[in-house]
């Protein structure tokens, strides 16, 4: 698991700007990370932390962990790749699981939250397999589906989308271009 990036403004009343510093991170495995990712919030302590692929069902989330070292938690939970979270150093508010049109069989892939009046949404996009394939058309579908969730906010207020895409912009963003051409994340 990589270490999480952070970074973000956001406006104050009065027209001040203050510094709001948020982070993504695919934890791949919140239980397994845990103790990182607590020695983590308490040496950084970021105002939010967008978490993908939790591999854990809400049950078994460690609100409590969290909240000793400061963060309260949104949690979408599911079991194997899938699962979403935010932390922050407040209660987040207005709380939304998934895409308003999942079904009832939808993965846990879509968590938003507002923090400090910022409305946070964190995803963890569909993988799609191999370019042309069946899988890859419903990554496509998913995130226009995606597209149209985040246009029905406020536009005129703060918003975040981060998370992991499971999208490259060019070479630079695989270990290995041969070996990724026209593969699931390029």
Avoid: H
């Avoid at 309260?72 to 790749?81: I, L, P, S, V």
């Avoid at 226009?144 to 536009?155: H, I, N, T």
């Amino acid at each position: 698991s990589r270490t999480p990036r952070a970074g973000f403004q956001r406006p104050a009343a009065r027209g001040r700007i203050v510094a709001m510093k948020i982070a993504t991170w695919n934890v791949n495995s919140i239980r397994a990370r845990l103790p990182r990712l607590l020695a983590w919030l308490e040496s950084r302590r970021p105002d939010a932390v967008m978490l993908q692929e939790l591999k854990c069902v809400d049950g078994e989330f460690p609100f409590e962990e969290l909240r000793e070292v400061g963060y309260e938690a949104a949690a979408y939970g599911q079991k194997t790749y899938n699962g979403v979270a935010i932390l922050a150093k407040e209660t987040p508010g207005d709380v939304r699981r998934g895409l308003p049109d999942d079904g009832a069989e939808a993965e846990a892939r879509v968590v938003s939250a507002v923090v400090g009046g910022v409305r946070l949404i964190d995803v963890y996009v569909v993988n799609g397999q191999r370019v042309g394939t069946p899988a890859y058309e419903y990554k496509l579908q998913w995130m226009e589906r995606l597209r149209r969730y985040v246009e029905s906010f406020d536009r005129t207020a703060p918003l975040v989308l981060a998370g992991d895409f499971n999208v490259t912009f060019d070479d630079r963003d695989v270990y290995d271009p041969k070996l990724m051409k026209d593969r699931i994340l390029c």
